[in-house]
């Protein structure tokens, strides 16, 4: 009889459940600047083959500091859009920013925020100290971006981020 328990524990333990190919998604570019196409309304970050695409008018980072604890909220939606692309290979700018985009590398998978999630904007102003006088001059505004109750849906999967820092995007007058 302990032969056949030993037998019968073997084989469970030996065998496997295939549980399909859940991948859970997600993704780093906390050390990765903010880049602005020149002409297009696009705030993007690059690493590797993975890009991070925000799709907002520019009427959201306007030159104005924005109050203690009242940051501008734009939510998500066909026109305030957030994309995570994942690329055959590395990728540039030119993938992107360019009227007629390179014909590699190609995106090989794409998650789109849901509608519903937001966007958190706070903005602060980027200032320089005269040495001399000890006067003050605003140079520029720094916008702080943060994804906040983000669902990112994808052909097959999704996956989600209560909050993501997405970084700093600077402005200048």
């Known amino acids: 009889m302990k032969k056949l328990f030993g037998l019968l524990v073997c084989t469970l333990l030996l065998s496997s459940c295939d549980d399909g190919d859940i991948v859970l998604q997600s993704f780093n570019f906390n050390n990765v600047a903010i880049q602005k196409c020149s002409?297009?309304?696009v705030l993007f970050k690059i690493n590797k083959e993975e890009m991070l695409l925000l799709d907002i008018?520019?009427?959201?980072?306007?030159?104005?500091i924005t109050p203690d604890g009242a940051p501008r909220i734009v939510t998500i939606s066909s026109t305030n859009r957030v994309l995570y692309r994942k690329y055959s290979d590395n990728v540039s700018s030119s993938s992107i920013c360019s009227d007629v985009p390179p014909a590699s590398p190609t995106v090989s998978n794409?998650?789109?925020a849901a509608n519903g999630g937001s966007i958190e904007i706070i903005t602060t102003a980027?200032?320089?100290?005269?040495?001399?006088?000890g006067e003050v001059t605003i140079t520029g505004y720094n916008h702080q971006i943060k994804f906040i109750n983000i669902q990112f849906v994808g052909a097959q999967d999704s996956f989600v981020f209560d909050e993501y820092l997405y970084g700093t995007y600077t402005t200048t007058l």
């Open 126 to 133: 980027r200032t320089v100290t005269d040495e001399i006088t």
């Open 57 to 64: 008018p520019a009427v959201y980072f306007p030159n104005e």
């Open 39 to 41: 002409d297009k309304e």
């Open 110 to 112: 794409e998650w789109t």
